[in-house]
């Protein structure tokens, strides 16, 4: 099985940047499309980017032209650059393994409670504005 290990969070103002890491083990990154989702007490989990096998992306409305979801095959790590960010981001974000690879021509949304494979252990991301 692999292990997920998620890093990076913390609090920030709005407008700052934040880059998240996500340290695979017992299984590569580039063997599995990946990626992060969301979580706000009492409320679904949400995709919030993806990224298959060949490197191509996708996210979710809320986050596109300021979140960049990359990977790093030599470190076997998984990354999300956040931009420009809001208080409506403050979240648990997990690094997952999604059990079936997403669309990139569908919108991201909830994730369903069957979806993923693996994910991490979360980090906090708080936004103050």
């Known amino acids: 099985d692999m292990q997920l290990v998620d890093s990076g969070g913390g609090s920030v103002q709005a407008g700052g940047s934040l880059r998240l890491s996500c340290a695979a083990s017992?299984?590569?990154?580039?063997?599995?499309?990946m990626a992060w989702i969301r979580q706000v007490p009492g409320q679904a989990r949400e995709w919030v980017a993806h990224?298959?096998?060949?490197?191509?992306?996708n996210y979710a409305d809320s986050v596109k032209g300021r979140f960049t979801i990359s990977r790093d095959n030599k470190k076997n790590t998984l990354y999300l650059q956040m931009n420009s960010l809001k208080p409506e981001d403050t979240a648990m974000y997990y690094c997952?393994?999604?059990?079936?690879?997403?669309?990139?021509?569908?919108?991201?949304?909830?994730?369903?409670?069957?979806?993923?494979?693996?994910w991490g252990q979360g980090t906090q991301v708080t936004v103050s504005s």
């Open positions: 017992g299984g590569s990154v580039n063997a599995f499309c």
């Open positions: 997952a393994a999604p059990k079936f690879c997403l669309s990139t021509r569908k919108a991201l949304g909830v994730v369903g409670p069957n979806d993923l494979t693996y």
């Open positions: 990224i298959n096998t060949g490197r191509a992306t």
